[in-house]
C-alpha cells in the first residue's frame, strides 16, 4: 500500500512551530483524550500499549534507503497495530543520517521508532510541528471508517545533528480505548 501526498485532503492544519502560545491555544480547543494522543511528547506506541493493554506489533509497507553524498536517507512507511489486528496509527517517516558509525545504525527496523531508541540508549528530543484534521480515501478504506483523521507532524533530532521527520496519522478507533479507559 502506498500513500500519495495528494491523497491527503486537509480540513485544518495548525502550525506549532516554537509557539507555546498557539499550543496552549489549542490545547483548549480539544478534549482531554485527543490531547493526550496527539500533543504528547512521549512514547506513542507505549501510550497504545496502556490504552488497548495488548501489545503493539508494527507492520512496515515500505522502506527505503538511499546514500546522497555523506547523508544517509531512510525512508519508512507502517502501520502500529495491536495484537488483535486493529489498526491504530499510520506513520511516515524520513530519516537524515549524517554520520555513518552513529549507533542508529543499531536500531531494528521491525520496530516502532521511540522503542528503537529507547532500547539502544539514544538520547532524543521530540518537537512537535503540525497537526492535521484530515479525510484521506486511502486511509479510510483500510481503517473502515468514513470519520476524519487527526494526525501530527513531528521532528526527532538525535545525536551529530540527525533527525527524523514523523508524520503519524490516528485512527478513529484511538478515541474509543481512551474513553473506555476514562470511564473504567
Not at 532500547?119 to 518537537?127: P, R
Not at 484530515?134 to 470519520?147: A, G, N, T, W
Amino acid at each position: 500500500m502506498r500513500f500519495d501526498v495528494n491523497s491527503f485532503h486537509p480540513i485544518c492544519i495548525l502550525s506549532l512551530k516554537e509557539n507555546n502560545f498557539i499550543k496552549n491555544k489549542i490545547s483548549h480547543l480539544i478534549k482531554a483524550p485527543l490531547k493526550i494522543a496527539v500533543i504528547n511528547e512521549g512514547s506513542h506506541t507505549r501510550l497504545i500499549q496502556y490504552l488497548t493493554s495488548q501489545n503493539i506489533k508494527i507492520t512496515v509497507l515500505q522502506q527505503n534507503e538511499k546514500k546522497v553524498h555523506k547523508i544517509q536517507r531512510r525512508i519508512r512507511y507502517v502501520w502500529l497495530e495491536t495484537s488483535i489486528y486493529t489498526k491504530m496509527t499510520f506513520a511516515r517517516s524520513l530519516w537524515t543520517i549524517k554520520e555513518q558509525e552513529l549507533q542508529i545504525n543499531n536500531i531494528k527496523r521491525n520496530l516502532p521508532i521511540g522503542q528503537s531508541f529507547i532500547k539502544t540508549k539514544i538520547d532524543t528530543n521530540k518537537y512537535i510541528n503540525e497537526l492535521y484534521y484530515f479525510y484521506c480515501k486511502d486511509l479510510e478504506k483500510e481503517l473502515r471508517s468514513k470519520k476524519a483523521i487527526w494526525g501530527r507532524k513531528y521532528k526527532l533530532n538525535y545525536e551529530y545533528n540527525s533527525f527524523i521527520l514523523i508524520q503519524e496519522f490516528f485512527s478513529p478507533e484511538i478515541m474509543l480505548f481512551f474513553n473506555n479507559k476514562l470511564n473504567t
